[in-house]
């Protein structure tokens, strides 16, 4: 069987449902593709920065997007052995909107709820993209599998791939990929939150230690950094010893740390840091992690996502519409989504390198580190951080 749309979206997360609610909002049609059943699946970024917030004002969605339960967040603190430190203030920066955090799930939802107010707009869920197929040199549309494993064909003027950091579309047209590498990786696992415990923290770090931990109202959830490679002696040290490291950093969660009874309980996010060369083939672009898998320091993978996804709709709307999408409105994206890509990459990597690596290995003596001082001595510093975070380079706005 063969189906036919304007736009197919291969992925469900914020990146996909993003430019599927923009794309039908321009009278476009459009398929989104996801392959799970729902969205509800724990250990997923929570971050709703401020330009997401203001996004959906520029929508006019900010009122019943406010309805949902974002907890927000003024002030962004790290814990260390000198003390607790102030590194960003989100209070500062201009616009009404803090850092939030609100369950992935809920966010999605509320996008499916919204576009779904458009004939245009079509959900499939558990409807998996396996394969792309080919016109020629061109990509015309994709191969999709249901939960029966019954295989049919969904043509399109173009094919967006928002399927993640393992994008299964995009190693079926082998774009090349620039691997920068990452010195770490995490463990996710999530504890009960109780009344008399310490003020909600961003970061906790000792010498051999660095954990980010999340309030979502009832518990925790943490994310504890380890050595890229450790993961495998981490395991065969035993669950005992994963919880005592915990409670080396954050010696309050001592009395609950039997939450966390096996290590299904603490799965590994293997960090990836990476950039394609060309986001496009044509009839095919690939945004989010698809293009460029960001590490998880500051939480910005999010808004780079969403941000992809707003200049894609952009650029492409128009074209769509004529049914005249060309290879070069497709490298246009590319163009302009690069330099915030670029420039959040390499902060990060410098955060890796000389702040997290040198603490997770031991090296970093127990004296906190000269920036994350400064930023908490003077608070117009702070203003740097939260922006940075909060919107990022070259923030994108509404077609």
Known sequence: MTTVTTCCVVGGGPAGMVLGYLLA???????????????LR????????????????????????????????DTVHLV???????????????????????PQWDFLNFLTEQAERYPGFDLRMRAEAVD????????????????????????????????????????AVDLPIVEHGAPIDVLWFRVSKHDDDPESAFGRLTRGHFMVMID??????AGYLIVKGEHEHLRAEGIDEFRRRVADVAPFLSDRLDEISSWDDAPLLSVQVNRLRRWWRPGLLCIGDAAHAMSPVAGVGINLAVQDAVAAARILAGPLRTGRVSPWHLARVQVRRTLPTAVTQRVQRL???????????????????LVIRAL????????????????????????
């Open 25 to 39: 909002r321009a009278g476009i049609a459009v398929t989104v593709l996801e392959k799970h059943g729902g969205f």
């Open 42 to 73: 724990d250990f997923r970024g929570d971050t709703i920065h401020p330009s997401t917030a203001q996004l959906m004002d520029e929508l006019g969605l900010g009122t019943a997007f406010g309805r949902l339960p974002i907890r927000t967040v």
């Open 80 to 102: 260390t052995d000198d003390g607790t430190y102030a590194i960003a203030d989100f209070s500062r920066i201009p616009g009404p909107h803090r850092l939030g955090f609100l």
């Open 132 to 171: 792309v197929v080919r016109h020629g040199t061109r990509i015309a549309g994709v191969l999709v599998r249901d939960t029966d494993g019954e295989l049919s064909e969904l043509h399109a003027d173009l094919i967006v791939a928002a399927d993640g950091r393992d994008s299964t579309i995009r190693a």
């Open 216 to 221: 979502r109202g009832d518990y925790w959830q």
């Open 351 to 369: 955060a890796q390198d000389r702040v997290i690596s040198p603490v997770i290995h031991g090296e970093a003596g127990g004296r906190t580190p």
């Open 376 to 399: 908490d001595r003077v608070p117009a510093l702070r203003t740097v951080p939260a922006f940075a975070i909060g919107h990022g380079v070259l923030p994108e706005h509404v077609p």
